[in-house]
């Protein structure tokens, strides 16, 4: 069945280094790719999303390109702020026969310090 | 712009009790979901509804049942709460059309039981 990997449960980063967070996913369909960051006792928001091979796109920072030739959509970013200090969640779109249901990974919770 | 809004915000229960959590929201948004966070588990889906009166069974769904008395809310209840179950409770609502598949979150419903 479809699945969504993250591999790193805590990254934690000095501020002004990159990051790269891991996600990989497998599924039969044409993937659909979704980041969504969860600050601490906030609702998660959606980062970015992707359903377009080898296609980088942005968001406030963050870049992630989807590659289905390895079924990856790694989250980057060049120089890390400590207001991203938060749980990241990647996420694949679930086909069905109703609604538009996601599969989430268990999260990766980046920790940047001074 | 919309927002979800999630009651209560905290929620403490005794085993064996049945507990009902609450969501609305104000998108217009066709379908809405209920998922459960456990910290290293990322988010799993217990119920969902793609409209009215519907109701589908995620991969949670043992142990809850659900109801969608309208399109602005969907309510969750726990019909027999577990001891020592920690978890938060999240909400969210899709739109169904065009390629957006993009969910709404609320920001929870944070669950003890003594």
């Known amino acids: 069945g479809d699945s969504v990997t993250q591999t790193e449960g805590l990254v934690t980063l000095t501020k002004g280094l990159p990051v790269m967070l891991n996600c990989t996913y497998q599924?039969?369909?044409?993937?659909?790719l979704f980041w969504y960051v969860q600050h601490l006792n906030e609702a998660p928001k959606l980062l970015l999303k992707s359903s377009t091979d080898n296609k980088r796109t942005e968001h406030q920072g963050f870049y992630a390109t989807l590659h289905k030739s390895s079924s990856s959509f790694h989250l980057q970013k060049s120089s890390v702020q400590l207001s991203d200090s938060a749980l990241y969640f990647c996420?694949?779109?679930?086909?069905?026969?109703?609604?538009?249901?996601?599969?989430f990974g268990i999260g990766t919770l980046l920790s940047v310090k001074p | 712009g919309g927002i979800i809004t999630q009651t209560p915000k905290f929620l403490i229960g005794q085993e064996g009790q049945k507990l009902t959590l609450k969501c609305q929201q104000n998108?217009?948004?066709?379908?809405m979901y209920w998922y459960r966070q456990d910290s290293g588990k990322g988010l799993r889906l217990i119920y969902y509804?793609?409209?009215?009166?519907?109701?589908q069974k995620g991969d949670l769904s043992e142990g809850y049942d659900a109801s969608r008395e309208k399109k602005s809310s969907f309510s969750l209840t726990v019909t027999s709460a577990q001891k020592n179950e920690m978890a938060v409770f999240l909400c969210?609502?899709?739109?169904?059309?065009?390629?957006?598949?993009?969910?709404?979150f609320g920001p929870g419903t944070r669950l003890t039981v003594l």
């Open positions: 509804s793609i409209t009215e009166n519907d109701l």
């Open positions: 969210a609502s899709s739109i169904d059309w065009g390629h957006s598949y993009e969910q709404y």
């Open positions: 998108f217009n948004h066709d379908t």
């Open positions: 599924t039969t369909y044409s993937p659909f």
């Open positions: 996420a694949l779109r679930r086909y069905g026969s109703s609604g538009n249901k996601l599969i």
